[in-house]
């Protein structure tokens, strides 16, 4: 069965940093790209992050580019988020997902990132 667990999210202030990390199952992990997503309350999921599958090319939004840092690991089936100077309009929930699923049912509980002093 695919699985995405998400971990990692929390409150931190202004201008701080955490890492998410996301463990898939129930797919070949490293044949495929991955992604991070967000969603805040009466809005669509947003567009965070991508990772290629062996080259390991990432891909960032407007708002994460230059802050944020998306890594996989194909040994252990595992994707991170680095994300450093973090706002107030980075509060969200985060999932990641695969290429595969993006428009499927799979899709996991999501983490929850709050920024706020």
């Known amino acids: 069965q695919v699985k995405f667990v998400e971990s990692g999210g929390g409150l931190v202030q202004p201008g701080g940093s955490l890492t998410l990390s996301c463990a898939v199952s129930g797919f070949t992990f490293s044949n495929y790209p991955m992604y991070w997503f967000r969603q805040v309350p009466g809005k669509g999921r947003e567009f965070v992050a991508s990772i290629t599958s062996y080259e390991d090319i990432t891909n960032y939004s407007d708002s994460a580019k230059g802050r944020f840092s998306m890594s996989r690991n194909n040994f252990d089936d595992t994707v991170s988020l680095q994300m450093n100077d973090l706002k107030p309009e980075d509060t969200a929930v985060y999932y990641c997902?695969?290429?595969?699923?993006?428009?499927?049912?799979?899709w996991g509980q999501g983490t929850q990132v709050t920024v706020s002093s």
């Open positions: 997902n695969a290429s595969p699923f993006l428009n499927s049912n799979y």
